[in-house]
């Protein structure tokens, strides 16, 4: 067997990084809004494939950076990947490689869910360790200590995480504190394992109970997802899955605040309002009229919203992937609020480019104080990762003139057509290509 294939193609990812986003603010957003399915349910589904020997399809899938990023790792991987609209057919028969390489994972961490299917169905892995990301130094220990619970030999060989294994073999797992990522490794990886898995303090985030039941519907035995204790009973082999990804909650919230933002009008379609957890109420607190129909939201913004504190948690917790548009929200209600980040403690590199906009924060540890303003005005700005930019798209939305955003790959990474969907609601939007 070889380890591993090589070729990593960045040109598409410079050729993005020539794209900016240029939006002249002011207009009121009406209409209807497809949700597309969600980035972090796909991924984890995505890299279970390799968990079986067949040809896998998935419904919903969103046409995004990280989607074609994670099927370039399954290709090294040597899976045939064929996108058709928004469905991927993933075919695992000829996987036998090993190794996902530095180029592909550093730009995109969750390339690392590998980790739990390789060595559960291959009995070896190697997947380079992620690194910091720009908000942060990100561990994975969690994913390490859990695979060595299971039975495998981890080790850390220059730069990258080596794993191997006889065979897993189940065992009880408890996380510090509740992780998606280490959660769904795990849980993929304890599916193959031969025994009963207890994983305890799990993440009961939507996309995990969404990755158990694609898993069980290729044959594992999870019980207990969306609650704080999951089971695996460990089968011997798994069979190739069929299922239909969850609407994006995070993409469905920054919509809900590009409503209430701009004083607009949107009807969210394929959405789901049970899995936005804590984040309707914050928003309702602060004054917002929000309607949950069963797979529709519908969002009324009228004038400003009050200011009110908000700290990030786990799932239902208000989610640290809408901080930064929380807080470009809270950059034009009325009164301080204090955004305080639980989750990532120094995921604030919104804050200086809201700034450029006008915006009134000071951030003090992992607590954000922010002074409402009365406007914003348009600046060009620098995106800096993923939601980070969507804060910025949704703050230059209402800021006086013209705000430019340069590195929109970063927003590619997370946003299907962020610019055409905001455009058909009526924002002055577009995308150009950026002088380098
Ligand atoms: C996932 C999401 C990301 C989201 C985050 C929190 C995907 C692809 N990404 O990231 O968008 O912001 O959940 O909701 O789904 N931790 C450790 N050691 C570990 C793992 C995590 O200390 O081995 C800590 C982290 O530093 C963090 C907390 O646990 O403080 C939660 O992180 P985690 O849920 O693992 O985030 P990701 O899975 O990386």
Same mark, same amino acid.
């Given at each position: 067997?070889?380890? %591993?294939?090589?070729?990593?193609?960045?040109?598409?990812?410079?050729?993005?990084g020539m794209? &900016?986003?240029?939006i /002249?603010?002011?207009?009121?957003?009406e209409? @209807?809004?497809?949700?597309?399915?969600?980035?972090?349910a796909? +991924?984890?589904? @995505?890299?279970?494939?390799?968990? *079986?020997?067949?040809?896998?399809i998935?419904?919903?899938?969103?046409?995004? &950076?990280?989607? *074609?990023?994670?099927?370039?790792?399954?290709?090294? +991987?040597?899976?045939? !990947?064929?996108?058709?609209? =928004?469905? +991927?057919?993933?075919?695992? /028969?000829?996987?036998?490689?090993w190794?996902?390489?530095?180029?592909?994972?550093?730009?995109?961490r969750? *390339?690392?869910?590998?980790?739990?299917?390789?060595?559960?169905?291959?009995?070896?892995?190697?997947?380079?360790l992620?690194?910091?990301?720009?908000?942060?130094?990100?561990?994975?220990?969690?994913?390490?200590?859990?695979?060595?619970?299971?039975?495998?030999?981890?080790?850390?060989?220059?730069?990258?995480?080596?794993?191997?294994?006889?065979?897993?073999?189940?065992?009880?797992?408890?996380?510090?504190?509740?992780?998606?990522?280490?959660?769904?490794?795990l849980? $993929?990886?304890?599916?193959?394992?031969?025994?009963?898995?207890?994983?305890? =303090?799990?993440?009961?985030?939507?996309?995990?109970?969404?990755?158990?039941e694609?898993?069980n519907?290729?044959?594992?035995?999870?019980?207990?997802?969306g609650?704080?204790?999951?089971?695996v009973?460990?089968?011997?082999?798994?069979?190739?899955? &069929?299922g239909?990804?969850?609407?994006?909650?995070?993409?469905?919230?920054?919509?809900i605040?590009?409503?209430? !933002?701009?004083?607009?009008?949107?009807?969210?379609?394929?959405? %789901?309002?049970?899995? @936005?957890?804590?984040?309707?109420?914050?928003?309702?607190?602060?004054?917002?009229? #929000?309607?949950?129909?069963?797979?529709?939201?519908?969002?009324?913004g *009228?004038?400003r919203?009050?200011?009110?504190? @908000?700290?990030?948690?786990?799932?239902?917790?208000?989610?640290?992937?809408m901080?930064?548009?929380?807080?470009?929200? $809270? %950059?034009?209600?009325?009164g301080?609020?204090?955004?305080?980040?639980?989750?990532?403690?120094?995921?604030?590199?919104?804050?200086?480019?809201?700034? /450029?906009?006008?915006?009134? #924060?000071?951030?003090?540890?992992?607590?954000?104080?922010?002074?409402?303003?009365?406007?914003?005005?348009?600046?060009p700005?620098?995106?800096?990762?993923?939601r980070? %930019?969507?804060?910025l798209?949704?703050?230059?939305?209402?800021?006086?003139?013209?705000?430019?955003? +340069?590195?929109?790959?970063?927003?590619?990474?997370g946003?299907?057509?962020?610019? !055409?969907?905001?455009?058909?609601?009526?924002?002055?939007?577009?995308?150009? /290509?950026?002088? $380098?």
């Amino acid at each position: 067997m070889e380890l %591993s294939r090589s070729g990593t193609d960045t040109t598409e990812t410079r050729a993005l990084g020539m794209d &900016k986003i240029v939006i /002249r603010g002011g207009n009121k957003l009406e209409g @209807m809004v497809r949700i597309s399915g969600s980035k972090n349910a796909a +991924l984890p589904i @995505m890299a279970a494939t390799l968990l *079986s020997s067949g040809e896998s399809i998935i419904e919903n899938v969103p046409d995004l &950076k990280d989607v *074609s990023t994670m099927a370039h790792v399954l290709r090294i +991987l040597g899976a045939q !990947v064929r996108p058709e609209d =928004n469905r +991927l057919t993933i075919d695992t /028969r000829a996987c036998r490689y090993w190794e996902a390489p530095y180029e592909l994972v550093r730009t995109m961490r969750a *390339s690392v869910y590998v980790l739990g299917p390789l060595i559960a169905r291959l009995g070896r892995a190697r997947v380079s360790l992620p690194g910091g990301c720009a908000w942060g130094p990100r561990p994975v220990d969690f994913h390490l200590r859990g695979l060595t619970r299971l039975g495998a030999d981890v080790r850390i060989e220059h730069g990258y995480i080596v794993a191997e294994s006889q065979g897993l073999r189940g065992a009880e797992i408890v996380f510090e504190v509740p992780s998606v990522g280490a959660t769904a490794n795990l849980m $993929m990886a304890a599916t193959l394992a031969k025994g009963k898995t207890v994983m305890r =303090n799990v993440a009961l985030e939507p996309e995990i109970t969404a990755l158990a039941e694609y898993l069980n519907g290729m044959g594992a035995r999870i019980t207990g997802q969306g609650s704080p204790v999951i089971e695996v009973e460990g089968v011997s082999e798994l069979r190739a899955g &069929k299922g239909v990804v969850i609407p994006d909650r995070i993409e469905a919230g920054t919509y809900i605040i590009a409503g209430l !933002v701009t004083g607009g009008h949107l009807h969210l379609e394929n959405c %789901s309002a049970s899995h @936005m957890g804590g984040m309707i109420d914050q928003l309702v607190e602060a004054g917002a009229t #929000i309607r949950a129909g069963e797979s529709s939201i519908e969002v009324q913004g *009228s004038g400003r919203l009050r200011s009110v504190d @908000m700290t990030t948690a786990p799932f239902p917790g208000f989610p640290t992937d809408m901080q930064a548009q929380y807080m470009a929200l $809270m %950059s034009l209600a009325s009164g301080t609020s204090v955004i305080t980040d639980e989750v990532f403690h120094d995921r604030f590199t919104h804050v200086p480019e809201l700034r /450029r906009l006008g915006a009134d #924060i000071e951030v003090e540890g992992n607590r954000a104080t922010v002074r409402a303003v009365d406007h914003l005005s348009g600046a060009p700005v620098m995106a800096s990762d993923l939601r980070a %930019s969507a804060a910025l798209v949704l703050a230059g939305l209402v800021a006086e003139r013209q705000t430019e955003i +340069l590195r929109v790959y970063h927003i590619d990474r997370g946003y299907e057509r962020i610019e !055409v969907k905001l455009r058909l609601l009526g924002a002055d939007i577009e995308r150009v /290509r950026a002088e $380098m």
